[in-house]
């Protein structure tokens, strides 16, 4: 025992040295604005909750539906969502943008709820059509004076994460008690996306 | 691996603490210290996403054609962005066309994404293209003519070497689930790019 622990020891030793060796320049004075255009971009898809639930129900779903919807959705959804954002960039206004997410979650909450099948083509129609309205809203959200490139490249990669949350807690449809979890998500999101809906309204 | 022994573990750790304690500058500020123009080159590329993200795209988008365009975009990427980048040298600094550089995210992603069969010849020229283009903009971006071919040297190599170890890894993925991973960062790098032509278009 006293040999493997001295062991594990001097490879710490080693692995510290080599990286006491390999020191990186610190690269303390990045392009102005890149390093908070990418956390800023990052964050923007995961600070609302109601664009939270829509993506993680898409993983969900995609997750029930298994394969091929369940990496179609998650190809098609960051470029559907994309192309709305960059509608809303560009001033392009489509109206009921509000409605229509706290529609995507009532409608996907309840999809997962229900275990509706329908064709894939029609899957992914009713995924993309409210793709475009998160996309928008982003869009028109989006902060001035930040680094356009990594920006956008935070913002995708925070989408595609939220959809492997959902594909990930999907996963566990293959068991018995998974499905009933999966289905009992699908319902408060659901409940999520009336609350949401009621707000707009409001 | 043998296991360290009584005697072999102080000469470790007195090892580690005499290197430790005679450390080589960290170099942290590239601008005043200089790592020489080689180096400065990689850098340049390494820390320029709207470089390295579309040489990515058309790595992963080679690879998961096969070897044979693996190899061509090996060598024809490189070749053609060294020579744009000798084009570039005598030109004034440029910062490049944001709308072009949306629009290579949004080709080379899209082709992978969708899982195009793009003939080698397209390829081909997809290369051509994104090196010269590419390369002309670092070229005159360069500055300082008497490192700046040198550096330019520097940078094509870590394309190559990009290049190398991305189309590599793809041409040997075979589960089916590891190419739809490729084809989901091609999605992203396309979204990336869609979003970009929004920015460049953004009204005020």
């Given at each position: 025992m006293r040999t493997v622990r001295m062991h594990a020891f001097a490879l710490g030793l080693a692995i510290f040295t080599l990286a006491?060796?390999?020191?990186?320049?610190?690269?303390?004075?990045?392009?102005?604005?890149?390093?908070?255009?990418?956390?800023?971009?990052?964050?923007?898809?995961?600070?609302?909750?109601?664009?939270?639930?829509?993506?993680?129900?898409?993983?969900?779903?995609?997750?029930?539906?298994?394969?091929?919807?369940?990496?179609?959705?998650?190809?098609?959804?960051?470029?559907?969502?994309?192309?709305?954002?960059?509608?809303?960039?560009?001033?392009?206004?489509?109206p009921g943008v509000e409605y229509g997410i706290a529609a995507s979650a009532i409608l996907l909450g309840a999809a997962v709820m229900f275990e509706v099948r329908p064709p894939l083509g029609l899957a992914a129609a009713?995924?993309?059509?409210?793709?475009?309205?998160?996309?928008?809203?982003?869009?028109?959200?989006?902060?001035?004076?930040?680094?356009?490139?990594?920006?956008?490249?935070?913002?995708?990669?925070?989408?595609?994460?939220?959809?492997?949350v959902g594909i990930g807690i999907g996963s566990v449809y293959q068991w018995t008690w998974g499905q009933k979890l999966v289905r009992a998500a699908g319902a408060v999101i659901s409940v999520g996306g009336l609350f949401f809906m009621w707000q707009a309204l409001a | 691996m043998n296991p360290v022994t009584r005697t072999q573990f102080p000469i470790c750790?007195?090892?580690?603490?005499?290197?430790?304690?005679?450390?080589?500058?960290?170099?942290?500020?590239?601008?005043?210290?200089?790592?020489?123009?080689v180096y400065d080159?990689?850098?340049?590329?390494?820390?320029?996403?709207?470089?390295?993200?579309?040489?990515?795209?058309?790595?992963?988008?080679?690879?998961?054609?096969?070897?044979?365009?693996?190899?061509?975009?090996?060598?024809?990427?490189?070749?053609a962005w060294l020579i744009g980048g000798f084009v570039g040298l005598p030109e004034s600094a440029t910062n490049g066309s944001a709308v072009?550089?949306?629009?290579?995210?949004?080709?080379?992603?899209?082709?992978?994404?969708?899982?195009?069969?793009?003939?080698?010849?397209i390829a081909t020229l997809l290369a051509v293209?994104?090196?010269?283009?590419k390369g002309y903009l670092n070229g005159a971006g360069m500055g300082q003519p008497e490192t700046a071919a040198i550096a330019l040297v520097g940078l094509v190599s870590a394309v190559f070497v990009m290049i190398a170890v991305a189309s590599a890894f793809v041409v040997t993925l075979r589960a089916e689930w590891a190419r739809i991973a490729?084809?989901?960062?091609g999605s992203w790098i396309a979204a990336s790019g869609l979003l970009m032509l929004g920015w460049a278009f953004r009204a005020t």
């Open positions: 006491m060796l390999r020191a990186q320049p610190a690269l303390a004075h990045p392009q102005k604005g890149a390093a908070v255009g990418f956390v800023t971009g990052f964050l923007h898809p995961i600070s609302g909750p109601d664009h939270v639930l829509a993506m993680v129900a898409v993983g969900l779903w995609g997750a029930q539906l298994g394969a091929p919807a369940i990496w179609l959705l998650p190809v098609a959804f960051p470029m559907v969502m994309a192309f709305g954002g960059m509608l809303g960039l560009m001033g392009v206004p489509i009713l995924v993309g059509f409210f793709a475009i309205c998160h996309g928008h809203a982003h869009g028109t959200e989006l902060p001035p004076n930040q680094s356009a490139l990594l920006y956008s490249m935070g913002f995708v990669i925070a989408t595609g994460c939220l959809h492997g | 750790v007195a090892t580690t603490v005499l290197i430790t304690i005679c450390p080589a500058p960290a170099e942290a500020h590239l601008n005043a210290t200089g790592m020489g123009p080159g990689m850098a340049h590329f390494l820390m320029s996403p709207e470089d390295v993200v579309p040489v990515l795209a058309l790595a992963l988008l080679a690879g998961m054609r096969g070897a044979s365009y693996g190899r061509r975009a090996l060598f024809v990427l490189p070749a072009l550089s949306a629009m290579w995210f949004l080709l080379l992603g899209g082709l992978l994404a969708a899982d195009v069969q793009v003939p080698l010849v293209v994104l090196g010269l283009d490729v084809r989901v960062a």
